[in-house]
């Protein structure tokens, strides 16, 4: 009778114990039912970023302040659509591009020889000289990373990995750089824009991608011709620098904290 008394109590408390959680989970859709209604103009407009930024990471055209977005179709499926569309926005609207882009340049602080290196690029895409873009950017970004990363204890290297280890540890800073919250810069610098080329695997992944890969660039490996390996190369340029000046800050803080480091470890000696 009392192992009867016991099974019976314990199916009632299983049973209570269900309703509870039936009743919490009805409670939570209920709710997350009527946030979703009061903010359905925020969850589409955001629903439609996704789809536009999607769109054009499909399209191989990196995301930057002057990406036409409001042009692109979040529905639309055919990558080559939005790459079409991109392309013909750079280059019938390239006045007012690469105007922007200059503005937007001189807002950081960047050096005059970086400044002179951009103009000498954007110059040069205007021309339509594409292949001279990748090909003038990617040196001055080395000798920024050497002066910068020159007297912390850190080699400058071809492959930029000891930056690219920095800027890694910058965390979440890293996906808003350039006035676009866009990770694929972020995994393009880390991954993409250095890496070497020593496979015929790896040089047919890099001729494919309409971003320039700096080992392939200035050894000949691949010669990047194209409108969109020419602004993509734009753009990842301004993502490198204003990374580099990320890492002098970060640099900078690191080593004026110290001395007060030092000190605190001496008192404690004495203490001690």
């Given amino acids: 009778m009392t192992a009867e ?14 309703v509870e959680v039936f009743r919490v989970l009805r ?6 039912r009527e946030w979703m209604l009061s903010n359905e103009p925020l969850l589409s407009s955001l629903l439609d970023t996704w789809g536009r930024f ?12 002057t990406t036409p977005f409001n042009l692109l179709d979040p529905a639309e499926q055919d990558p080559t659509v939005a790459r079409r569309i991109v392309e013909a926005h750079y280059e019938d609207e390239w006045s007012a591009v690469e105007a922007a882009f200059r503005a937007r340049l001189q807002t950081h602080a960047f050096d005059e020889e970086t400044l002179s290196t951009f103009d000498e690029a954007l110059v040069a895409h205007r021309l339509e000289l594409f292949r ?7 040196p001055d970004i080395e000798r920024k990373a050497r002066e910068i990363l020159k007297g912390h204890g850190v080699t400058s290297q071809a492959s930029l990995r000891e930056l690219r ?3 890694d540890a910058l965390g979440v800073a890293n996906l808003t750089r350039t006035g676009v919250v866009s990770f694929k810069l972020y995994r393009m610098f880390a991954d993409h824009l250095y890496s070497q080329v020593k496979t015929p695997e790896r040089l047919a992944e890099v001729a494919a ?12 490996l691949v010669v990047y011709s194209t409108r969109q390996a020419s602004m993509n190369a734009l753009i990842m340029a301004e993502y490198a620098h204003l990374s580099i000046l990320a890492v002098a800050q970060a640099l900078a803080d690191r080593d004026s904290s110290r001395p007060f480091a030092l000190l605190e470890d001496q008192y ?3 203490d001690s």
């Fill in 27 to 32: 409670l939570a859709a209920l709710r997350a």
């Fill in 54 to 65: 999607h769109a054009l990471d499909r399209s191989g055209w990196l995301p930057h302040h």
């Fill in 5 to 18: 008394t016991t099974v019976t109590t314990g199916s009632a408390a299983n049973e209570t114990s269900f």
């Fill in 209 to 220: 991608d309409p971003v320039p890969n700096r080992h392939a660039a200035l050894h000949g």
């Fill in 268 to 270: 404690d000696l004495a």
């Fill in 132 to 138: 001279a873009t990748p090909r003038t950017l990617f």
């Fill in 165 to 167: 280890q920095s800027v």
